[in-house]
């Protein structure tokens, strides 16, 4: 049994000899068959790449979705938003991938909020919560600040900054796209040049120097009028924006579930394990909680399979 998880901008495969990561932007047409060729075997799958704008509408882009995973491999099943197993195309299949972590989890950490933080966005989940979260669809879960659409390698600067203080002085920022998470959290030291797995936004190379003059260009600046300390300024600044708002929501989740901790997953799992006194996933899964959602959909079908 094989596990898929396919993103707008990422495919993720969990099998017996590991995680397999691929960027697989779907709105530039990228080959998703092509990309599961070399998968055999009965798959389990979960999706969210049906809101990529390349699809008039979700249900088109599960149809699709769908169609392009059954010419590679016939019997995949796909998990929906009801909990349960499907081989058409359904409006249940839409992103659901959230979901099948929850399940997965629900039972042993069923005391914890789980908050798993991907390169694009945040998934804060009440464990204890599973009956209520079945149907829950993104706009749904961006209501209840279940969903934080913001993650740490393809958020645009400009979306969370308005303005930054530079040297005392309120700057604003350009709206264009000149810098993304991942450059901040790379200057930073949260992430690594290997951990920058999509294209730069200048389709430049992934390092600290590079990332420092993308983020001067947040001000329309090169990095010799504001230095590297007022690139590192721009780049604290978004980070202590991007915490706020994922802890606030993780905040209210532990509120309104009565949970008692937090676990984490995803690139962010240590990051915020640290910033919100929590338990990463990391100890128990390994290389599988960077893909939780493709790891889960597999153990949940195991699972069904097995009742």
Same mark, same amino acid.
């Given at each position: 049994?094989?596990?898929?998880?396919?993103?707008?901008?990422?495919?993720?495969?969990?099998?017996?000899?590991?995680?397999?990561?691929?960027?697989?932007?779907?709105?530039?047409?990228?080959?998703?068959?092509?990309?599961?060729?070399?998968?055999?075997?009965?798959?389990?799958?979960?999706?969210?790449?049906?809101?990529?704008?390349?699809?008039?509408?979700?249900?088109?882009?599960?149809?699709?979705?769908?169609?392009?995973?059954?010419?590679?491999?016939?019997?995949?099943?796909?998990?929906?938003? @009801?909990?349960?197993?499907?081989?058409?195309?359904?409006?249940?299949?839409?992103?659901?991938?959230?979901?099948?972590?929850?399940?997965?989890?629900?039972?042993?950490?069923?005391?914890?909020?789980?908050?798993?933080?991907?390169?694009?966005?945040?998934?804060?989940?009440?464990?204890?919560?599973?009956?209520?979260?079945?149907?829950?669809?993104?706009?749904?879960?961006?209501?209840?600040?279940?969903?934080?659409?913001?993650?740490?390698?393809?958020?645009?600067?400009?979306?969370?900054?308005?303005?930054?203080?530079?040297?005392?002085?309120?700057?604003?920022?350009?709206?264009?796209?000149?810098?993304?998470?991942? @450059?901040?959290?790379?200057?930073?030291?949260?992430?690594?040049?290997?951990?920058?797995?999509?294209?730069?936004?200048?389709?430049?190379?992934?390092?600290?120097?590079?990332?420092?003059?993308?983020?001067?260009?947040?001000?329309?600046? @090169?990095?010799?009028?504001?230095?590297?300390?007022?690139?590192?300024?721009?780049?604290?600044?978004?980070?202590?924006?991007?915490?706020?708002?994922?802890?606030?929501?993780?905040?209210?989740?532990?509120?309104?579930?009565?949970?008692?901790?937090?676990?984490?997953?995803?690139?962010?799992?240590?990051?915020?394990?640290?910033?919100?006194?929590?338990?990463?996933?990391?100890?128990?899964?390994?290389?599988?909680?960077?893909?939780?959602?493709?790891?889960?959909?597999?153990?949940?079908?195991?699972?069904?399979?097995?009742?």
């Amino acid at each position: 049994m094989i596990g898929i998880d396919i993103g707008g901008a990422n495919l993720k495969v969990v099998d017996d000899a590991g995680v397999h990561i691929h960027y697989c932007p779907l709105w530039q047409g990228a080959p998703l068959a092509d990309l599961l060729e070399p998968y055999a075997g009965p798959a389990a799958v979960v999706m969210s790449g049906e809101l990529a704008d390349c699809f008039a509408s979700k249900i088109e882009g599960i149809r699709w979705i769908v169609d392009a995973v059954h010419t590679v491999i016939p019997g995949a099943a796909f998990y929906g938003t @009801d909990a349960a197993f499907h081989t058409r195309p359904v409006p249940d299949l839409a992103a659901a991938n959230w979901l099948a972590s929850a399940d997965y989890l629900r039972e042993e950490y069923a005391d914890a909020v789980l908050l798993d933080v991907g390169s694009t966005t945040a998934d804060v989940i009440p464990l204890n919560r599973f009956e209520s979260l079945k149907g829950l669809t993104d706009t749904r879960r961006l209501q209840k600040h279940y969903l934080v659409y913001t993650g740490m390698l393809r958020t645009n600067v400009a979306t969370l900054l308005s303005s930054v203080t530079l040297d005392g002085t309120v700057t604003p920022v350009s709206t264009e796209y000149f810098a993304a998470s991942a @450059d901040a959290h790379l200057v930073l030291g949260h992430i690594t040049p290997e951990d920058y797995t999509c294209p730069a936004p200048d389709n430049g190379e992934k390092t600290p120097d590079a990332a420092l003059r993308r983020l001067a260009r947040v001000v329309c600046a @090169d990095i010799d009028e504001i230095g590297k300390d007022g690139a590192l300024q721009i780049a604290r600044q978004f980070w202590q924006t991007q915490r706020t708002l994922i802890t606030r929501a993780v905040g209210r989740a532990l509120f309104q579930s009565d949970a008692d901790r937090v676990i984490t997953a995803g690139i962010g799992a240590d990051l915020f394990a640290r910033e919100l006194d929590g338990v990463t996933l990391n100890r128990e899964l390994g290389v599988f909680s960077d893909a939780l959602p493709a790891y889960a959909v597999r153990e949940v079908a195991l699972r069904v399979a097995g009742d």
